[in-house]
């Protein structure tokens, strides 16, 4: 059954914001590389790429589905975050609101009976509770490590170690 075109319209605004994510995370990560934080830039890269990840799997399922891919403006991101704490702060609370825009497009599926869209959901929904886990368990560490810089270089290593898949 062909998508509605509500769900639809619903699903490409999830696609702007999932590539907004993607493109606030590569601020974030120009940002450690000026600061020399290779590490952190590493992680935010990587974070950066499964947003377009993100995009695209809801990109191929909208066209598995005979609906039509529109791509939307996406806002300028911020040049600069602050102190490294602050910019995964930042990171967590932009994850805390990715959550809810899945919730809401969740709700939409329900209420348009769409049962196809729902179970592609719900991988989306475990999704983010990994995505604010992990970011959370980052947002700890900083902030056990605080303006120690030895703390902090510990810390991208630490970060910079994270594989690519
Ligand atoms: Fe797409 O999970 Fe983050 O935003």
């Not at 947003?51 to 598995?64: I, W």
């Not at 947002?139 to 270089?153: I, K, P, T």
């Amino acid at each position: 059954m062909k998508i509605e075109q509500a769900m639809q319209a619903a699903i490409n605004e999830q696609i702007a914001a999932e590539l907004e994510s993607a493109y606030i995370y590569l601020s974030m990560s120009a940002h450690f590389e000026a600061e020399n934080f290779p590490g952190f830039a590493r992680w935010m890269r990587l974070q950066s790429q499964e947003e377009v990840a993100h995009a695209m799997r809801l990109f191929d399922y909208l066209n598995e589905r005979g609906g039509r891919v529109q791509l939307k403006a996406i806002a300028q991101p911020p040049l600069e975050f602050g102190a490294p704490v602050s910019v995964f702060e930042q990171a967590l609370g932009h994850e805390q609101k990715i959550s809810s825009l899945i919730d809401r497009l969740y709700e939409t599926a329900k209420q348009q009976h769409d049962n196809p869209t729902q179970v592609m959901l719900q991988w989306f929904i475990k999704e983010q509770v990994e995505e604010e886990n992990h970011v959370g368990q980052v947002v700890d560490q900083m902030r056990l490590a605080g303006d120690n810089r030895a703390a902090l270089l510990f810390l991208d290593g630490k970060l910079g170690a994270r594989s690519g898949d």
